[in-house]
Structures are given as structure tokens and as C-alpha cells.
């Protein structure tokens, strides 16, 4: 049996959300479901994360989800955490995504690679924009670290979290990796 629950923590970038789901018939207590970003207001990461969860709000979260939101503090405080051993339950997305998202974790903290270097990872490596559509549907930003992957030649590539390129650039700033937003720009006529 499986129970959905959402909450929201504060952080250093500003109010996140997590939703998990709790097994009660399983070794594994819980796994993330969704993972929300800040938007530009508290009440915005609310109602998108209550939205696209469907689950209902929890106060105080299981002791796994409350160990999760200790470690992502540490990580937005600038202690680089690896998020690769958390739970994930990716059910609700489409089985490229699934591999997609499962072949991102892979990706330590402070690294970084491109688009097209993870569809040759995944034997596709035709599919650069189908990579790119995948992770911007990544319901697990940061616990699945989206971020690391960048468009070709150095450029940032897109972020679909609230600030895009800008939040991208921050989160790796973060990890040590840096990314040159300017880059997209300086083709100019």
C-alpha cells in the first residue's frame, strides 16, 4: 500500500517542497515522488507541488523525508551533498524518462555533461532534444540533478525550474561547476 504526502521546507534559495511516498508493505519506508524548487512565492511552490502531487500537505514528514530535507539544507547552505542513494519512485513518468532521469543520477555533484553525451550514454545518440524534453519533465530536480546537463560547446542548455538558466548557474555555483550564462550571447550580428 502506498500513501502520498507533500511538505515544504525553507531553504537558502527559498521555500522548496518534496512529496514522498510511504510503503507500508516494503523494506523501503519512502520514496520521492516530486521534488519542487522555489518559485517566486511561497504560496506559488505550494500550489504547484500540491497540484502536480496530488497528494495531501503533512506538517511534520517521516523520519527518511526529514533526513532528505537535512541534506538538501546542506546542499543549498554550499556543502555539496550526493543525492544518488535517495528513493525515487518514477512511476508516474514515461519509460524514456525513466531511463533518462535513471542515467542523470549517474552524474556526481560538481560535474557536469551535455545533452548529447547522455543520449550516447543511453545508445541513442540521435535523440539530443528528446533528452533535453525528458528532463524538463523531471519531476525530481536536484535529487535527479537536471542541472548538470548542458547544451552543447559549454552554452547552459535550459532550466525549466522558476529562474531557469539563472537557478541552473546557482545550483551549480554550488557544487563548484560553474556554467558562462554570457555565452549565448555573444553571437550577436
Same mark, same amino acid.
Given at each position: 500500500?502506498?500513501?502520498?504526502?507533500?511538505?515544504?521546507?525553507?531553504?537558502?534559495?527559498?521555500?522548496?517542497?518534496?512529496?514522498?511516498?510511504?510503503?507500508?508493505?516494503?523494506?523501503?519506508?519512502?520514496?520521492?515522488?516530486?521534488? &519542487?524548487?522555489?518559485?517566486?512565492?511561497?504560496? =506559488?511552490?505550494?500550489?504547484?507541488?500540491?497540484? @502536480?502531487? !496530488?497528494?495531501? *500537505? #503533512?506538517?511534520?514528514?517521516?523520519?527518511?523525508?526529514?533526513?532528505?530535507?537535512?541534506?538538501?539544507?546542506?546542499?543549498?547552505?554550499?556543502?555539496?551533498?550526493?543525492?544518488?542513494?535517495?528513493?525515487?519512485?518514477?512511476?508516474?513518468?514515461?519509460?524514456?524518462? &525513466?531511463?533518462?532521469?535513471?542515467?542523470?543520477? =549517474?552524474?556526481?555533484?560538481?560535474?557536469?555533461? @551535455?545533452? !548529447?553525451?547522455? *543520449? #550516447?550514454?543511453?545508445?541513442?545518440?540521435?535523440?539530443?532534444?528528446?533528452?533535453?524534453?525528458?528532463?524538463?519533465?523531471?519531476?525530481?530536480?536536484?535529487?535527479?540533478?537536471?542541472?548538470?546537463?548542458?547544451?552543447?560547446?559549454?552554452?547552459?542548455?535550459?532550466?525549466?525550474?522558476?529562474?531557469?538558466?539563472?537557478?541552473?548557474?546557482?545550483?551549480?555555483?554550488?557544487?563548484?561547476?560553474?556554467?558562462?550564462?554570457?555565452?549565448?550571447?555573444?553571437?550577436?550580428?
Amino acid at each position: 500500500m502506498k500513501d502520498a504526502a507533500y511538505c515544504l521546507f525553507e531553504t537558502p534559495l527559498g521555500m522548496c517542497g518534496i512529496a514522498w511516498r510511504e510503503f507500508k508493505d516494503s523494506t523501503a519506508s519512502c520514496a520521492v515522488t516530486l521534488f &519542487q524548487l522555489p518559485e517566486s512565492t511561497r504560496e =506559488r511552490t505550494e500550489t504547484r507541488i500540491a497540484q @502536480t502531487s !496530488g497528494a495531501d *500537505a #503533512r506538517g511534520v514528514p517521516p523520519p527518511s523525508i526529514a533526513a532528505i530535507i537535512e541534506r538538501v539544507r546542506k546542499h543549498l547552505q554550499g556543502e555539496p551533498q550526493d543525492f544518488r542513494d535517495i528513493p525515487v519512485d518514477l512511476g508516474d513518468a514515461g519509460p524514456f524518462v &525513466q531511463k533518462v532521469c535513471q542515467a542523470t543520477r =549517474r552524474i556526481p555533484p560538481g560535474k557536469t555533461t @551535455t545533452y !548529447g553525451e547522455l *543520449a #550516447r550514454t543511453l545508445g541513442q545518440p540521435g535523440a539530443v532534444r528528446a533528452v533535453g524534453k525528458a528532463l524538463a519533465s523531471n519531476p525530481i530536480p536536484l535529487i535527479i540533478p537536471c542541472h548538470r546537463v548542458m547544451a552543447a560547446h559549454g552554452r547552459p542548455g535550459g532550466f525549466s525550474a522558476h529562474g531557469g538558466r539563472v537557478t541552473k548557474a546557482k545550483l551549480l555555483a554550488i557544487e563548484g561547476a560553474t556554467v558562462n550564462l554570457c555565452l549565448e550571447f555573444t553571437k550577436s550580428g
